[in-house]
C-alpha cells in the first residue's frame, strides 16, 4: 500500500486508466473512411493505356483493359493497406525503393535538355583521342598443341629465324588444321573472332618481319610473323556522335542529380552526435 501512495506510480496507474477508457470508449485506432475510398478515374485509365502503348506498341482490347483496371485497384489497395499498417516504417526496401525514385526525380530535370551540336563537338576535340579505331595488322600465325613445352616452340622460332623462313614458305612447322593462317589489314574485332580475346594486344609489342612467340591462345602456342601494322586512326565524328551524346546526356543526368540533392542539403540541418560528430570534425 505504501507504493501506491508514491506520486509516480499514481501517475503511471493514472495514465493506464485513461488509456483503457479511451480504447473502450473510441475503439482501436482504425483507417478513416477517406483513407479506405479508392477513386480510379480519366487520369488513372490515360496512364494505364499510355503505358501499355510503350510496351506493346498498341491500343489494349476492352478485355485487357478490364484486367488493368482491377491490377491497379488490387496494387492501390494493397498500398494503401501497406502504409495502414505502418509497413512503410524502417523498411530498407521501402527506403531504398523511395530513394531510388528521388534519384529518378533529378536525373529527369536533364532529359529535356537538348545537347548542341557545338557541345558534341568540343566533347569530340577534347577526347579525340578516345574516339580511335583499333590498329590493324597483317601477319601469318602457326600454332602448336598446348601440350608442347614453350621452350620448344622458341626454339623452333629461333630455328626459322635463323634460316630466313618466311610465311610463304609451303614447308613451316606447326599444325595444319582449319584455325585461318594468313590475316590481311586484320582490325582487333576480326582477331579476337579467330584467336580469342585480348590476341591483338599482344601483337603490338612484336618487331616486324621475324618470327615472334610464342603466345599463348584457346588454341595451343602461336608463332607470328608480322609484315605490316597500321597505327590507331581518329574516327570522324559522325561515327562516334551517338556515343558521344550518351555519354554526354548521361553526365547532364549525374550533374542534375547532384544539383538536386545539393539545393535539398540546404532545406535541412543535420545534426551529427556520438561517433558520427567525431568522425565528422576529424
Known amino acids: 500500500m505504501k507504493l501506491l501512495k508514491k506520486p509516480i506510480v499514481q501517475i503511471l496507474v493514472f495514465g493506464c486508466c485513461l488509456a483503457a477508457i479511451l480504447l473502450i470508449v473510441f475503439g482501436p485506432q482504425t483507417p478513416g473512411v477517406e483513407d479506405r475510398k479508392v477513386l480510379i478515374g480519366n487520369a488513372d485509365v490515360a496512364q494505364l493505356i499510355a503505358s501499355w502503348q510503350r510496351t506493346w506498341n498498341r491500343m489494349p482490347t476492352e478485355e485487357e483493359l478490364s484486367g488493368l483496371l482491377d491490377n491497379h485497384v488490387r496494387e492501390e489497395i494493397l498500398y494503401r493497406e501497406a502504409l495502414n499498417q505502418k509497413f512503410d516504417e524502417n523498411n530498407s526496401m521501402i527506403r531504398r525503393g523511395l530513394i531510388v525514385q528521388m534519384n529518378m526525380l533529378a536525373e529527369s530535370q536533364a532529359q529535356d535538355k537538348k545537347i548542341s551540336e557545338e557541345a558534341i563537338k568540343a566533347y569530340y576535340d577534347l577526347r579525340k583521342d578516345q574516339f580511335s579505331s583499333s590498329p590493324k595488322y597483317t601477319f601469318t600465325q602457326i600454332y602448336f598443341d598446348a601440350s608442347e613445352a614453350e621452350a620448344k616452340i622458341q626454339e ?15 614447308d613451316l612447322p606447326g599444325n595444319k588444321g582449319m584455325l585461318q593462317q594468313r590475316f590481311e589489314n586484320a582490325d582487333d574485332y576480326n582477331i579476337r573472332r579467330a584467336l580469342g580475346e585480348d590476341f591483338s594486344q599482344k601483337l603490338d609489342e612484336l618487331e616486324l618481319n621475324r618470327w615472334e612467340g610464342p603466345i599463348s591462345s584457346g588454341f595451343g602456342w602461336h608463332l607470328i610473323y608480322i609484315t605490316e601494322k597500321t597505327p590507331p586512326e581518329p574516327l570522324p565524328l559522325e561515327a562516334v556522335r551517338e556515343n558521344i551524346l550518351t555519354e554526354l546526356q548521361y553526365e547532364e543526368a549525374q550533374a542534375a542529380k547532384e544539383q538536386f540533392y545539393t539545393e535539398l542539403r540546404q532545406q535541412y540541418d543535420v545534426v551529427y552526435e556520438g561517433i558520427a560528430k567525431d568522425l565528422v570534425n576529424e
Open 156 to 170: 623452333i622460332a629461333q630455328r626459322l629465324n635463323n634460316e630466313n623462313m618466311n610465311p610463304s614458305d609451303s
